[in-house]
């Protein structure tokens, strides 16, 4: 039977009759191959990953990592996630369009649904609970007798047992690993070999790394990180033979297992401690007890694992510099790889395209990268009564796992009851590199947040990713930065000019415009609109992810149809946020006033590219009805029409706030132009100056041959009276002491606004000090000393700036990232999606926390990554944004407090939590340290 497909997806239902299939039906018979590469096509292997979870906050941020990179071994591996119905969104779509429905549900969860697709060898099967999972686990005692078995002889009552043990301690699944070829069987028709392994891991070219020989001689294969004074079969990898009478057997001595009834039933009469029981200790022991099977202990893998405690000079290269991952050409394959130890500069003399380039050693399937060298020599086993190297097998075991004699340069084995050990050698790759089958992340993945892991789309614009503790930084090849830089040839001739991807990954001038069920042209990142607490270690999990893809929280109002004609290098896309509240809804006039603002807004803007993010918390069906009015692509808000804006609204049935970063990053993410101004938040009132668009525009068209500008926006409030939004009206404003920052204007002003950095001494750096500054460069006021930009000299501007870029840069040190914490207002930005330094994409390197989601809470980040990084920053002279009284009376009541959500709260979703301050510092700790691993990245300088 062919294997079914569900959004690319396969999920095969509890019915073990449905469970085959074969194998000779997923093979890619290539012609003219080596004898190695028929020998892998002759074989097909099942890796068996088993996941539980209460619910589905308990699956793992890194899942998409790791479905992404295991699609690039389709050629010769399976991985079959076994769970108990936690993994069901991601193989259920929901398919009602109708918002009044998904209102009406009680059965809708924010969280539990598909936000990516899994590639075709990540096959889903979902026995629909934890008991299905304990009732499958109790194979292992089908030794016995059903009546022989202790606790009343019922596996059913031994399976509720289990199901409680796992509910407590779900880590003991691993226990089951030396069983699961047994236990699930059933899957395993039409596979010559089976393993297991685990989601922390990112898996890289396995058809290239699994040899012939580990095919075809052995019956067990490990994959370790040299540690081989210890002889176990690792847990993040290892393979078997499929034989069911004997290899898939072999975990039979472990009583723990076959014995699992007495086991418990010694635990309920108090005669034992219930305690943990490692695999890879009873196992790896029961192993080297037969003489009649042959296993291979290879050092292949990658790992994070004990580099904390190694000295600075010691730390591998994957650990200080990130492990790099190559999709090719077609995006079919997954290459891992690194720096060697000898090249801790990166890898900056290597294309990225290095492993299928015409001679290259990888591309040549006759070339072993892993080969043994020298003779193999008998090992003497010498069990010793007091040794200790596996402080997670229980001691029993280690007199028999732990050996000397051997290093890190050696393949151990097995063979016929006596062990061996051989040299080996990686083959010799240009620049230094290493390369391998798998990269396992355990230390790492404690501290992964969704956001950070959202990045990477296989079949989007980029030619691989680094994979480093702050998360995923993507690069692209050079080819495409050329393409991106190269618009302006003939841009007078649509017909002629040179084909250009934008931001988005995507070529404009074949945009057809974005509809509700097609949206492969938006962005594949996820975002992290609520957050919570995750005590050990203190981090966060994410308790609403959407996408621009997630048809059933994100609607499409209108879909911006004319961007096809858009100049992805000349124009400049306007990001604008919107929150409503609940409390809001009932307030007309307040939400005519949003309008109108909006109106202002989109004629200011003159029928340029828009993208409009809107959040609703405790929406109405008939609320809904009128933003899909106001904001749909017959609307008449615009006096130029609505298609040129994307307009994305999530309509909250929960009147739960949001984080507005993670907002701002979905309209930067879908900006389809090279620059961005982005930052307006249409709840504060806050509105362009009347020459915004000119003079943005403008600056794009002077930076158009020098990418990695930014340019600060200051934000002023009016404190009376009324404002035309000129320059003129605002340098009178200012003369007659008008103007505040405009956090002090904000109605029912937040607790703690005075802890804003303006206050702060010496090292102080903030939107005053920026204002100031911007107050010279735009133009002389009446009474001043000031020197206006265009008549300060070269040397005397850039002296000003260097002074704002330095302070900047300083917020990420350890000394005075309070400052950053504190800062009150999130600035204004018009910035260059092209980095200052080829492979730095502003979207996708500099970024919105999206946990950070309140009003005080690292505002300026970005900025000051921004800074650290590079970018040229600047101050727009004759640009401004501004709050009047008006404006902010016609969005809401003051009586009724503070306008917009979330205004107030300082890093709202750990509020009162006893971790607060430990999840702060290490986030921070992270977005600090990320300039530093992107400028490593730029040392990945691709020909």
């Not at 890093?907 to 999840?919: G, Q, S, V």
Request: hydrophobic share 35%; proline share 5%.
């Amino acid at each position: 039977m062919t294997s079914p497909n569900n959004n690319q997806i396969n999920h095969i239902q509890q019915d073990p009759s449905s469970l085959s299939f074969s194998a000779s039906l997923r093979h890619k018979i290539t012609g003219n191959i080596s004898d190695g590469r028929k020998i892998q096509q002759k074989h097909r292997i099942a890796i068996i990953i088993p996941f539980i979870g209460e619910s589905p906050d308990a699956i793992p941020s890194y899942l998409e990592l790791f479905c992404a990179t295991a699609g690039g071994s389709a050629s010769l591996v399976d991985f079959l996630l076994i769970h108990d119905g936690v993994l069901d969104p991601y193989h259920q779509q929901k398919s009602s369009d109708s918002t009044t429905e998904k209102l009406s549900s009680s059965s809708t969860d924010d969280t539990t649904r598909a936000l990516f697709s899994c590639p075709e060898n990540v096959i889903f099967h979902s026995l629909g609970s934890l008991e299905g999972i304990s009732r499958a686990l109790v194979k292992v005692v089908d030794g016995k007798p059903e009546q022989e078995l202790k606790l009343g002889g019922s596996k059913e009552k031994l399976a509720g047992i289990l199901t409680k043990y796992i509910r407590n301690y779900p880590y003991v699944m691993v226990e089951f690993k030396p069983a699961l070829g047994h236990i699930f069987q059933h899957y395993l028709d039409g596979y010559t070999h089976w393993g297991y392994s685990d989601l922390d891991i990112m898996f890289g070219d396995l058809e290239r790394w699994i040899t012939p020989d580990e095919l075809t001689e052995f019956d067990i294969v490990t994959y370790g990180f040299g540690d081989q004074h210890r002889v176990y079969l690792r847990g993040q990898f290892t393979i078997h033979r499929n034989d069911p009478e004997k290899i898939n057997q072999l975990w039979r001595p472990c009583d723990y297992l076959s014995h699992m009834d007495t086991r418990f039933e010694q635990v309920l009469s108090k005669e034992e401690t219930l305690h943990f029981e490692s695999a890879e200790g009873c196992y790896s022991a029961a192993v080297l007890e037969r003489d009649d099977i042959k296993i291979k202990y290879a050092v292949k893998a990658f790992t994070d694992a004990e580099q904390e405690k190694k000295k600075k000079e010691d730390k591998d290269t994957a650990y200080t510099h990130g492990v790099y991952v190559g999709t090719g050409k077609k995006k079919d394959r997954t290459i891992i790889y690194k720096a060697g130890m000898d090249n801790r500069r990166g890898l900056s003399t290597i294309p990225s395209d290095w492993f299928e380039r015409k001679g290259s050693i990888y591309n040549d399937p006759n070339t072993l990268l892993y080969k043994s060298v020298g003779k193999r020599e008998i090992l003497p086993m010498i069990e010793k009564e007091s040794v200790k190297c596996m402080y997670w097998a229980q001691k029993k075991y280690q007199s028999r796992l732990c050996i000397d004699g051997v290093d890190s340069t050696d393949t151990i084995y097995w063979i016929h009851g006596q062990l061996y050990k051989e040299k080996y050698e990686l083959v010799k790759l240009p620049g230094d590199i290493v390369t391998a089958p798998f990269f396992h992340f355990q230390e790492w993945k404690r501290y992964y947040r969704s956001a950070q892991l959202g990045g990477f789309q296989r079949n989007g614009p980029f030619a691989g990713f680094v994979l480093s503790k702050e998360g995923i930084l993507p690069f692209y090849s050079t080819s495409a930065d050329k393409r991106r830089t190269s618009g302006g040839k003939s841009r007078d001739n649509y017909s002629e000019k040179v084909v250009v991807p934008s931001p988005l990954g995507h070529t404009l001038f074949q945009w057809h415009g974005i509809e509700s069920n097609d949206r492969e042209q938006l962005p594949h990142r996820f975002y992290c609109l609520q957050s919570a607490m995750k005590e050990s270690p203190p981090t966060t999990k994410c308790k609403f992810v959407t996408s621009w893809r997630d048809s059933l929280n994100v609607e499409i109002l209108s879909g911006a149809p004319a961007w096809s004609k858009v100049d992805i290098d000349l124009e400049v896309t306007m990001a604008i946020t919107l929150q409503l509240h609940a409390d809001q809804l009932s307030d007309s006039e307040a939400i005519q006033g949003f309008f109108k603002i909006l109106a202002l807004y989109l004629n200011r803007w003159q029928g340029q590219p828009v993208v409009i993010v809107v959040h609703v918390a405790g929406a109405t069906p008939e609320f809904i009805t009128t933003m899909r009015a106001k904001l749909g692509p017959e609307s008449n808000l615009s006096n130029f029409g609505m298609d040129t804006v994307l307009v994305a609204a999530i309509f909250s049935e929960k009147p739960d706030t949001v984080s507005r970063k993670a907002l701002m990053n979905m309209a930067i993410d879908a900006s389809p132009t090279r620059f961005v101004i982005a930052g307006y938040e249409l709840e504060r009132g806050i509105i362009p100056s009347q020459d915004t668009s000119y003079l943005a525009h403008r600056t794009a068209q002077i930076h158009e041959d020098s990418p990695g500008a930014v340019y600060i926006i200051p934000q002023f409030g009016l404190v009376d009276g009324d404002h035309d939004f000129t320059m003129d009206a605002l340098n009178q404003a200012h003369l007659d002491g008008r103007l505040k920052p405009v956090s002090k204007v904000e109605e029912g002003e937040c607790e703690g606004d005075n802890a804003s950095l303006e206050n702060e001494e010496n090292s102080s750096f903030g939107m005053i000090e920026i204002e100031k500054l911007w107050w010279e460069f735009s133009q002389r006021l009446p009474n001043q000393k000031a020197v206006p930009m265009y008549e300060m000299t070269v040397e005397k501007q850039a002296s000003a700036l260097d002074n704002i870029q330095s302070k900047l840069t300083s917020l990420l040190t350890e000394k005075y990232q309070y400052n950053l914490y504190a800062t009150d207002t999130s600035p204004i930005l018009l910035f260059d999606n092209l980095g200052p330094n080829t492979g730095i994409i502003s979207s996708d390197m500099v970024r919105e926390i999206d946990e950070f989601g309140g009003k005080l809470c690292y505002n300026s980040i970005r900025l000051a990554q921004m800074a650290t990084l590079g970018y040229h920053i600047n101050i727009l002279s004759g640009v401004y944004a501004i709050s009047t009284p008006v404006l902010r009376k016609a969005i809401g009541d003051p009586s009724r407090g503070p306008l917009g959500v979330s205004r107030c709260d300082g890093c709202f979703f750990f509020t009162k939590e006893r971790a607060h301050e430990d999840i702060l510092e290490n986030i921070s700790l992270e977005e600090r340290q990320r300039p530093a691993k992107i400028a490593i990245l730029w040392e990945h300088s691709i020909e």
